[in-house]
């Protein structure tokens, strides 16, 4: 029988909408055998995911999508199978935690300064249950008070470069957070990688550098991804010797367009990532 595998997914532990409880069951409804949480930057969702697993027989993995600075840009890097308790990894996040402390404090300064907009930060603390705020939550909070149709335009319109939100990432550096998940036990895999605004040369580049820190893993098959892309990763995974991931990206059933348990087959030549799972065996 064929296993399904939701590899990257997100809960209220940082921005998505569902606790990791409910993910879990929603997960499990839709038929998904192995799910991965893989919240930004924490793992602090990872045991209520993991009790509520036991009960519908699913197997959870416990991850975590890492935010890198390379080159100036923003990188996403998800840890699979890691142990949440490894030093390493949970000082490393602690780190990236403080950081985003601060940088959702800024935004709110700027928006304030800046577009005339007070309260943002407020706002954006209240949505995410008072644990990790991120930059989804400030989009939240401006579309529900009427600045903007979606989180869409409020990316566009107040966070991206260039605009009066935005505050640059300082994430920690690749290899960095690449030793922190082989450290914790974990295989190393760069998120959703047609979505990066770079050329095929730094893509691969970037690729390149990923593998010499100790990188496994490329997610050819993504919520974000067209079937091109899923062809494209597909082609670089096997030119760098990577394993083959697949994962939603789930944030919540506010987005029906990346839904759990819905993802396509990895393309024919793939290597699995799980292939060597003795738990998803």
Known sequence: MTRRFDLHTHSTASDGTL??????????DAGVDVLALTDHDTLEGVSEAREAARRRGLVLVPGVEISVTWQGGTIHVVGLDVDPRAPGLTAGLAGQREFRDWRAREIGRRLERDAGISGAFDGALALSNGRLVSRTHFARHLVASGRAESVHGVFRRFLKPG??????????????AVSW?????????IAHPARYPLTRNKLRRLFGEFVEAGGVGLEVVSGSHSRDDQVVMAAHASDFGLLASAGSDYHGPENPWMELGRLPPLPVGCRPIWGNWRAAA
């Open 163 to 176: 605009k009066p939100g935005h505050v640059p990432g300082q994430w920690a550096p690749l290899g960095e």
């Open 19 to 28: 606790a990791p409880a409910e993910l879990v069951e929603r997960a499990a």
């Open 181 to 189: 998940i082989r450290e914790a036990g974990g295989q190393a895999v």
